[in-house]
């Protein structure tokens, strides 16, 4: 409020100055503007006291309740916050906290790159569809398949989950194959990187739970979850699936 006054008997000193029949001329006018943009900046930055509140603020009990709850250990021995971990992949790294962080182009992507990025951020999160279709640049799916988006396994672009029950589909499951090795050539391929895996001989190296239009699906994930007990070194004991 004492900073308004001021402004407001500022601002009348600065009228004052540029009335037809004052006889103050730029003097008074480069104190009166003076004084002017010195409130305005001083009006305008932040307490420290209140900045140093936020920053040492402690989580209220219900919070520290929860935290200590989900980590499984009590919040002393919780590491503390580094700052830095905002951005862990430097100049790439956004500031985006929500839901919508890992949707955002790299913050040092040049304006002539985001064009390319958008594009490439289209096909991921539009469907293809079986051919001949009206569009030619999406068709082409099929015959067997997990999903039919990039997106539908990586939700906002983000990792993929199993499913919380039987009932639920598998959209984000990713069922890998792999049989062992029965000759020496596959152990040779295997020992010198040039296949990762011997795949099955029906199912390939990925089983697809989808397919088009009469190709039947390979299969039907289902998963069930068993609750089990484990007690670690430390003696801490937690329940897992």
């Given at each position: 409020?004492?900073?308004?006054?001021?402004m407001?008997?500022t601002?009348a000193?600065l009228?004052?100055?540029f009335h037809?029949?004052s006889?103050?001329?730029m003097?008074?006018?480069?104190?009166?503007?003076?004084v002017l943009?010195?409130?305005?900046v001083?009006a305008?930055?932040?307490?420290?006291?209140?900045?140093?509140?936020?920053?040492?603020q402690?989580p209220s009990a219900e919070?520290t309740q929860?935290?200590?709850?989900l980590a499984?250990?009590?919040?002393?021995?919780?590491?503390t916050?580094d700052?830095?971990e905002?951005?862990?992949?430097?100049?790439?790294?956004?500031?985006?906290t929500?839901?919508?962080?890992?949707s955002?182009?790299?913050s040092?992507?040049?304006?002539?790159?985001?064009?390319?990025f958008?594009?490439g951020n289209?096909?991921?999160?539009?469907p293809?569809?079986m051919?001949?279709?009206?569009?030619?640049?999406?068709?082409?799916?099929g015959?067997l398949f997990n999903v039919?988006a990039?997106?539908?396994?990586?939700?906002?672009?983000?990792?993929?989950?199993?499913p919380?029950n039987t009932?639920d589909d598998?959209?984000?499951?990713?069922?890998r194959l792999?049989?062992p090795a029965?000759?020496?050539?596959?152990?040779q391929?295997?020992?010198s990187s040039l296949?990762?895996?011997v795949a099955?001989?029906?199912?390939?190296?990925q089983?697809?739970?989808?397919?088009?239009?009469g190709?039947?699906?390979?299969?039907r994930?289902?998963?069930?979850?068993?609750?089990k007990?484990?007690?670690f070194?430390d003696g801490?004991?937690?329940?897992?699936?």
């Amino acid at each position: 409020m004492n900073t308004m006054k001021a402004m407001n008997a500022t601002k009348a000193i600065l009228t004052a100055s540029f009335h037809p029949l004052s006889t103050l001329r730029m003097a008074p006018f480069k104190l009166a503007l003076s004084v002017l943009c010195a409130l305005s900046v001083s009006a305008c930055q932040p307490s420290d006291s209140v900045t140093d509140t936020k920053q040492i603020q402690a989580p209220s009990a219900e919070r520290t309740q929860t935290i200590e709850a989900l980590a499984g250990v009590p919040m002393q021995r919780l590491a503390t916050f580094d700052p830095q971990e905002i951005k862990q992949g430097g100049d790439t790294g956004v500031t985006v906290t929500s839901a919508e962080s890992y949707s955002k182009p790299s913050s040092n992507l040049t304006a002539s790159r985001k064009g390319d990025f958008f594009i490439g951020n289209a096909f991921f999160s539009q469907p293809w569809v079986m051919a001949p279709a009206s569009t030619d640049s999406r068709d082409g799916l099929g015959g067997l398949f997990n999903v039919a988006a990039c997106q539908s396994c990586h939700v906002k672009d983000g990792r993929g989950h199993a499913p919380m029950n039987t009932e639920d589909d598998a959209d984000s499951l990713l069922i890998r194959l792999a049989m062992p090795a029965t000759t020496d050539e596959q152990r040779q391929q295997l020992q010198s990187s040039l296949i990762e895996k011997v795949a099955h001989p029906v199912y390939g190296g990925q089983l697809q739970d989808r397919g088009i239009q009469g190709v039947p699906a390979e299969a039907r994930i289902a998963v069930q979850w068993t609750d089990k007990p484990v007690t670690f070194a430390d003696g801490y004991a937690g329940h897992f699936c």
